[in-house]
């Protein structure tokens, strides 16, 4: 079936650190990719995503890049902030978004 | 532009007791889904609608969880009666139908349901 593998946390890095976060899928047919983030209290918001293979998307620092020949789409930030401290997940969705499937996520601490 | 409204934000009940979600789609969003996400897990979807029309709630318990979306626009899910098992937090989502954004969701604040 289609599924999401994310890695495990929790993530603990320091300020200025750079961070990467994995994620593998497996789908049948051809899947968008995301990554939404979940701060503390609140719904999941999207970060960034990617429709097709070699796209890279980015937004505040972050980036992804759809990697079709290693179904993955790994998250990565140069230098983090204590302010991007919440709960990253990675999903995919077939066709008209009938299908959204989320990892378990992977909770991120930035210390100052 | 206003968010996905969700209402209570939290609620504590007691087990065999009803409860009821209430959410408002982003203005012009066709689909709204329900999700269910348990601590630690990443959202499950229960039922995604399309306008008033429930495409798929394969993952809905339907013996004790019913939703509504009348008129297209505002959606209720209720439990009745509510099982210990239920404790999680119940997300609502909306996205356009069609466009360069359609397969994007925006979620709302969700409701933390806490059975005892």
């Known amino acids: 079936g289609n599924s999401v593998t994310q890695m495990e946390g929790p993530v603990t890095l320091s300020e200025e650190a750079f961070l990467t976060i994995n994620c593998t899928y497996t789908a049948t047919g051809y899947p968008s990719l995301f990554w939404y983030v979940q701060y503390p209290g609140e719904g999941l918001q999207l970060l960034l995503k990617?429709?097709?293979?070699?796209d890279k998307g980015s937004n505040k620092g972050f980036e992804a890049t759809y990697r079709k020949e290693t179904t993955s789409f790994h998250l990565e930030k140069g230098s983090v902030q204590v302010s991007d401290s919440a709960v990253y997940f990675c999903a995919l969705s077939l066709y008209n978004n009938n299908d959204m499937r989320f990892g378990a996520g992977t909770r991120l601490t930035v210390k100052p | 532009e206003a968010g996905v409204v969700q209402s209570p934000r939290y609620k504590i009940i007691e087990k065999k007791q009803p409860v009821a979600f209430w959410c408002n789609p982003i203005?012009?969003?066709?689909?709204l889904y329900w999700y269910r996400q348990n601590l630690g897990q990443g959202p499950e979807l229960l039922i995604r609608y399309e306008n008033e029309e429930a495409v798929d709630d394969s993952q809905l318990p339907k013996d004790r969880f019913s939703a509504e979306r009348l008129k297209g626009v505002d959606s209720t899910l209720k439990i009745q009666p509510a099982e210990l098992g239920d404790s999680a937090v119940y997300l609502c989502a909306s996205s356009l139908a069609e466009g360069p954004s359609y397969n994007e969701q925006f979620f709302g604040p969700g409701t933390r349901l806490t059975v005892l």
């Open positions: 203005s012009g969003h066709n689909t």
């Open positions: 990617a429709t097709k293979a070699d």
